[in-house]
């Protein structure tokens, strides 16, 4: 009984031993091979091992003492969770000479041995980074940073103009009003509940400040789209991948966006799989299970290469020109399956002309012959 309760006693105390005579003779910058670093909003925990994989660094730091100590350690390899504000520690350590590398959470949570908590997060990132068959994030710089929050803005308007307009169509409901679909109507709608009489004063000055509300989100759609579009018509990659049909002005912007190192992706396929659009695999004792599209990766750029794979396959179904390919495949499957299979062509297209700007671009996935685009 007593080896019961002394022995966990005894190992947290030798543990504490060992980690603060780390902090009172400081690490030798020499021996460090590599550092793993769990991020916070307060204290940052660091977990150096040497060559040996010996550890030689357990360290917390406060969120002011970071750039000091980094800045004054010798260059070294450094792991971080890709998660918020990970892109700018990683460019601040760049600027020092040290070598970042960027992780997906969920590839580092099978190396936390137990529990969870700051230490074992940095071990696991220690770890995680040493395996050779590891996938890192790359980098982006503050332009590519910046480019991104201007398409988290687009979004978040659109998600706040459908909010708004559902929650008019359900007021208006209540009065007798209703709408067809679509946002070009909303403005009718509120039209005429103004002109309307009947309905109480109190109720048609709610619609007139929901009305105000509309025009205000919509005009600020229309200045972030002018921006997108500005951003797209400079960029000439943007503007071929625009060619390709189903993709459009959004959805090449997107794409350029999204995969800051599409030369990572050893196939198109790959580049597929990394959106989310390959099924996913059930596989065993040699009896292949392929289930839905795994879904993985950035939602809104699959949304988009799926809503312009469907306005393709509309296109078809109402008697436009398609190629052979797309005209067989919705004889043998449901229009949904094959819009998502027509966004996995138009994906594995897109990778291959960012990839290959100099070769041909082989876009004609959807339309007619006539329809694919040109080279530049």
């Known amino acids: 009984m007593g080896v019961g309760v002394d022995g966990p006693r005894r190992h947290r105390l030798c543990q504490d031993e060992v ?9 030798s910058v020499e021996q460090i091979s590599r550092i793993g670093m769990d991020t916070s909003k307060h204290f940052f925990q660091l977990h150096g091992v040497n060559a040996a994989e010996k550890v030689v660094l357990r360290k917390k730091l406060r969120r002011k003492d970071v750039v000091a100590f980094f800045e004054a350690l010798a260059p070294t390899v450094i792991a971080i969770e890709a998660c918020g504000a990970s892109h700018h520690w990683a460019r601040i350590l760049w600027s020092f000479g040290h070598e970042v590398k960027l992780i997906a959470p969920q590839l ?24 050779p068959t590891m996938r890192f994030v790359p980098v982006k710089t503050a332009e590519q940073q910046a480019a991104l929050m201007m398409v988290g803005l687009r979004d978040r308007l659109i998600r706040n103009r459908t909010q708004l307009s559902n929650a008019v169509r359900g007021y208006a409901a ?33 619609f007139a400040a929901q009305a105000e509300e509309y025009a205000q989100l919509q005009a600020q759609i229309a200045e972030v789209d002018a921006k997108l579009m500005a951003w797209h018509k400079t960029d000439e ?19 350029l966006m999204k995969t800051p190192a599409p030369e990572m992706f050893r196939s198109g396929r790959q580049f597929a799989a990394w959106i989310g659009l390959t099924p996913k695999d059930h596989s065993t004792a040699g009896k292949v299970r392929l289930g839905v599209i795994t879904r993985a990766g950035d939602e809104a750029l699959r949304s988009v290469l799926v809503v312009g794979a469907t306005a393709v396959i509309q296109h078809v179904r109402r008697g436009g020109r398609g190629s052979p390919w797309i005209v067989g495949l919705l004889k043998r499957k449901p229009p949904k399956l094959a819009a998502v299979a027509l966004a996995n062509k138009m994906a594995r297209t897109a990778w291959k ?16 012959p006539d329809h694919r685009c040109q080279n530049s």
């Open 237 to 255: 990659c943007s503007r071929r991948l625009a060619n390709i049909p189903g993709i459009g002005p959004i959805g090449a912007t997107l794409l």
């Open 108 to 131: 580092v949570k099978p190396y936390v041995k137990r529990g969870k908590n700051d230490t074992a997060d940095a071990e696991a990132l220690c770890e995680a980074m040493s395996r």
């Open 19 to 27: 980690v603060a005579d780390l902090k009172q003779r400081g690490p």
């Open 353 to 368: 002309l960012i990839t290959r700007l100099d070769g041909d671009a082989e876009a004609g996935v959807g339309l007619a």
């Open 174 to 206: 209540e009065f007798g009003f209703t709408a067809a679909r679509g946002m070009v109507h909303i403005d009718p709608l509120l039209d005429r509940i103004q002109a309307d009489e009947s309905v109480p004063v109190l109720a048609r000055e709610l």
